[in-house]
Nanobody, 116 residues
Framework: QVQLTESGGGLAQPGDSLTLSCEAS????MGWYRQSPGRDREFVASITYKGANKYHSQAVRGRFTISRNTGNTAYLQMRNLKPEDTGVYYC??????????????WGQGIQVTVTS
């Protein structure tokens, strides 16, 4: 059983920055998804097991950056936040692949609200 501990998030104004963290109980390919009210869960960003490759959705490319430390924690740095970034952000890991292909463990989710 993989444990995921998410932190960060909260309330922000348009143009602000926030950073999400996700600590896993092991080293895996990791990433973030988000779900906004009335919408399906969507991919945001992912990083490979070794951290060599990163992927960002078109919606956040250039504003969000995923990274990881030498341990088991991944970060999602979110800059120039927009109201449409509002939603619940979920950390995910893939224990079977070097990149996030089929997430098999999910965090509980953390709320990000962007409003003026």
């Amino acid at each position: 059983q993989v444990q995921l501990t998410e932190s960060g998030g909260g309330l922000a104004q348009p143009g602000d920055s926030l950073t999400l963290s996700c600590e896993a109980s092991g080293r895996f390919a990791m990433g973030w998804y988000r779900q906004s009210p009335g919408r399906d869960r969507e991919f945001v960003a992912s990083i490979t097991y070794k951290g060599a490759n990163k992927y960002h959705s078109q919606a956040v490319r250039g504003r969000f950056t995923i990274s990881r430390n030498t341990g088991n924690t991944a970060y999602l740095q979110m800059r120039n936040l927009k109201p449409e970034d509002t939603g619940v952000y979920y950390c995910a890991v893939d224990t079977s692949h070097g990149r996030l292909e089929q997430p098999d463990y999910w965090g509980q989710g953390i709320q990000v609200t962007v409003t003026s």
